[in-house]
């Protein structure tokens, strides 16, 4: 009998795996907790212990961090963009081989969401943050770094035709490469615990291959990594946030900005991130992700038709074809002369996406029962990328023309005379009509998406800790939303940017090994299921 027979045969149906598998949870409940005891023991002592040490030995955080990360990003790059482009490749197939017609949670199962409410969760937990603190710093960046060595395989820009060369290096970074990872997770989640029965957490994937050693201390190793992962990828994206919205409050109310200031903002964003964890999935997490996407189209469509309709769609579909055509180019690892570009921006963006994918993963398998394969693939593939692609390039193309035409000198100060990459937006910002009316609204958006982050992280983590069950006690989901403020502000005290970025590479190397496992387990799974 082969491994994937045995697992089939050992779901939810089964009485005897539901003994295996309550056998092997081995929780306690100190203080009303449900606690999953090695996972949840052992990170949670491991973070403290590197919150504490960060904030007592700032400088030598700043230093080791500062360090950290370029070293990982040189040596491991070609290991990262191989192994996207496995992924990517894997889910390109799911959308045509027969298996695609899977249903998450079986023939019967319908969903639980709207595509509208379905799609706004999936991209409030999944970009938010991201779209609006680089929509208009990568492009310009990229086409304006002194002598344009941070340019994409290093094209000319005076050349015809390349002067949005900038946009097409960012939609690669926030295309199929970066969804391909909370594709490949999501679904693996979603199959192993609405088809297979098992508890929602990573251990389950791997049954094809470990069998009943899940339970043991496998299964506790690969549960940690993805909390740490999660918690350093997901803090990452907070750090970047409050650093936003404090050059956003300087902008908009004269706050000088400063470290107490910034820590202040975690501090209190958490507090609003607990009242949202406290009201739960639907309302709170899915509410706040509604009134996210209605801000967010709503600032869209008016830079849009501000900066030019016309020229924007026809921007929009420019790139496209040049994204489409240089992508085998930009996903290859060997014989790279464009470094800065490379070991900079794309090996951290892809250890940044693995290290986000436990996290946005399993968010989005919580909330994809019903679907089939081939929906939830094109659906958390290729919809965002044409979505994130249109967002880039009409933010960061019109801040392009501005600069090509010798304005946007709030962009000019921020990202080309003076690297400021937090006031990017609102340097942009400044020069469009209404700016004291969009610029609060900017800002409300950042925090509401620094919020949503939060308490979905915040799920996520503790569903992980209590060992894939996802109606912990509310304790537990205030304990993981305070410890993710914390080491968001013990990372900026202890090295700023550097350190935030170094701490995501760090552990989404690892990650990477227990990703593409994933991808044999999940088709084994699929090719047991009725379609």
Known sequence: MTQSQTMN?????????????????????????????PVFLISSLLIIAFVLLALANQEASAAFFGWLRPLLTSEFDWFLVISV???????????????????IGGKDARPDYSYAGWIAMMFAAGIGIGLLFFGVLEPTYYNFSEGGNARPLNIDITEPGNEYIGIVGTIHHWGLGGWCVYAVVGLTLAIFAYNKGMPMTLRSAFYPILGERVWGWWGHTIDTL???????????????????????????AGIETSNTVVVLLIIGITAIALGSVLLGMDKGVKRL????????????????????????????FNVMVDYITLLPALSNPFGREDTSFFHGWTTFYWAWWIAWSPFVGMFIARISKGRTVREFVLCALIAPTMVCALWMSTFGGA??????????????????????????????LTELPLYNIIAPLALILIVIFFVTSSDSGSLVIDTITAGGKMDAPVSQRVFWCTLEGLVAIALLLGGGLAALQGAAVS???????VVLLMCWCVYAALRTEER
């Open 289 to 316: 992700s509604e009134i996210n996407m209605l801000m967010a189209v709503a600032l869209f469509i008016f830079v849009f038709f501000v900066t030019g309709a016309v020229t924007a769609i026809t921007r929009y």
């Open 399 to 428: 801040a392009i023309d501005m600069l090509n035409a010798g304005g946007a000198e709030g962009v000019r100060a921020t990202v080309i005379d003076s690297y400021k990459p937090e006031g990017a937006l609102f340097g942009f």
């Open 9 to 37: 045969e050992k779901d939810s149906r089964d009485p005897g795996f539901q003994t295996q598998f309550e056998l092997g949870q081995d929780n306690i409940r100190p203080f009303g907790l449900d606690i999953h005891n």
């Open 85 to 103: 482009d496995i992924m990517l490749l894997f889910c390109l197939a799911l959308i045509f081989l027969p298996v695609g017609k899977v249903r």
């Open 507 to 513: 552990t989404g190397i690892p990650f990477t090994i």
């Open 226 to 252: 993805a909390v740490f992962a999660t918690l350093f990828g997901l803090t990452t994206s907070l750090g970047l946030g409050a650093q936003q919205v404090a050059f956003g409050l300087n902008e908009v």
